[in-house]
């Protein structure tokens, strides 16, 4: 099992943003991801983020959800609730839609998208099949979660897709794909240079 590596080292490397094309949303180069047994209070985390990084909320409870959103509003970081549109609608946040599960409230969240709420951001996960791209495609979403890249402690004796496997998936979305999946200090080096940013739980969750 690779060993453990703090965060410290992954979040000064991403903490300067990389340049946009005017007029496109610069989404951030780092994002922590929740998890209801692994990361059951995420505040202490977010709060060790740079300044701007993201954050992608699953299992959250609504106070402590409320919690974090206002967390990432004086610190100019993004909100994305997961499989709950109508939540994230009264945040004020994006919405981040798992793969394999189907989204509450996602038309309101749509329409709100359509009218052209700034915030509405939306992303979507990706596991290197074809529905990704489609569904991708279809809902014009602004970025991709795109996972496993490695092996990761989330789903133990799964392989990872791997640097070249991610890199050619990763081309076939119609938006930036966000590197998830056994990232840390170590294995951030090997991600292809495509990917918009690094996602984590692990790395991002200690001290």
């Known amino acids: 099992m690779p060993r453990r590596v ?4 992954l979040r000064r490397a991403l903490a300067r943003p990389r340049p946009a094309p005017p007029g496109r949303w610069r989404p951030p180069r780092l994002w922590l991801f929740t ?3 692994r990361l059951p209070d995420p505040l202490a985390a977010a709060a060790r983020l740079p300044r701007g990084a993201g954050v992608v909320a699953r299992g959250v409870p609504v106070p402590l959800l409320r919690r974090l959103a206002a967390l990432l509003r004086r610190r100019g970081g993004t909100l994305l609730v997961a499989g709950d549109g109508r939540l994230a609608l009264r945040l004020r946040a994006g919405l ?3 793969e394999r ?3 509450a409230g996602l038309l309101p969240f749509l329409r709100h998208r359509r009218a052209g709420v700034p915030w509405a951001r939306l992303s979507l996960a990706a596991h290197g099949g074809a529905a990704a791209p489609r569904r991708g495609r279809r809902l014009a979403a602004d970025l991709a979660f795109l996972s496993p890249v490695f092996p990761t402690a989330s789903h133990p004796g799964a392989p990872g897709l791997g640097p070249l496997r991610w890199a050619a998936a990763a081309r076939r979305l119609p938006c930036p794909a966000v590197a998830l999946g056994g990232i840390d200090a170590r294995t951030a080096r090997r991600v292809p240079s495509r990917a918009a940013g690094l996602a984590a739980i692990g790395a991002l969750a200690g001290a």
């Not at 703090?6 to 080292?9: E, K, V």
């Open 6 to 9: 703090s965060g410290d080292a």
């Open 35 to 37: 998890d209801p047994v």
């Open 96 to 98: 981040h839609l798992p």
């Open 101 to 103: 599960r189907p989204a």
